[in-house]
């Protein structure tokens, strides 16, 4: 549903399942990220360790919280 939304809020997205990448290593879906200038949102609480993914080497990984998962969650998650 996050991703329906933020398309509907006019985001460019791209999913790991749309680009065949669903079961690489955290590390690849970063260094993708990185490589085409996205933004990584997730909700994988993995990416908050900083031994692996330290704020300097990843600055664009977002992690998000969308509670139940609700729309209004998710729509609040993103526009504040």
Known sequence: MAVKILREMGAKVVTVQELHRRKHPDENHVAYALRNA??????????????????????TILVFNFGSGSRGEIVQAFTT
Not at 38 to 59: G, N
């Open 38 to 59: 996205y933004v990584l949102l997730t909700r994988d609480r993995a990416y908050l360790d900083e031994r692996h993914f330290p704020l300097i080497h990843c600055p």
